[in-house]
């Protein structure tokens, strides 16, 4: 059974940094794709970061330049580094993982980590 782990959300102030980690556990053979995604009060879950198995990564507009993604394909483990944090990147931060496993290729959901930017 695949599980997808997220740590490292919170409460900050603006202009603060955080570190998100989302560890992918389970009987993984290989991992593709792997993301992050927000969802905000009242709006829809959308894209903020992806890295593929290559290293290509993409981000959205509202955080290049803020915003790193990273992965460990040792630790199964992907990253995101937050910095100069905004209060509109407050939401809940979620972890996805396009990954083949041995109950063959799927697509994986964390369940989530909090993230508040305020003062």
């Known amino acids: 059974q695949v599980q997808l782990v997220e740590s490292g959300g919170g409460l900050v102030q603006p202009g603060g940094s955080l570190r998100l980690s989302c560890k992918a556990s389970?009987?993984?053979?290989?991992?593709?794709?792997m993301g992050w995604y927000r969802q905000a009060p009242g709006k829809q879950r959308e894209l903020v970061a992806v890295i593929t198995s290559n290293g290509s990564r993409n981000y959205a507009d509202s955080v290049k330049g803020r915003f790193t993604i990273s992965r460990d394909n040792a630790k199964t483990t992907v990253y995101l580094q937050m910095n100069s944090l905004k209060p509109e990147d407050t939401a809940v931060y979620y972890c996805?993982?396009?990954?083949?496993?041995?109950?063959?290729?799927?697509?994986?959901w964390g369940q989530g980590t909090q993230v508040t930017v305020s003062s």
């Open positions: 996805n993982c396009d990954l083949y496993s041995s109950s063959g290729r799927g697509n994986y």
């Open positions: 389970g009987n993984i053979f290989s991992i593709y794709a």
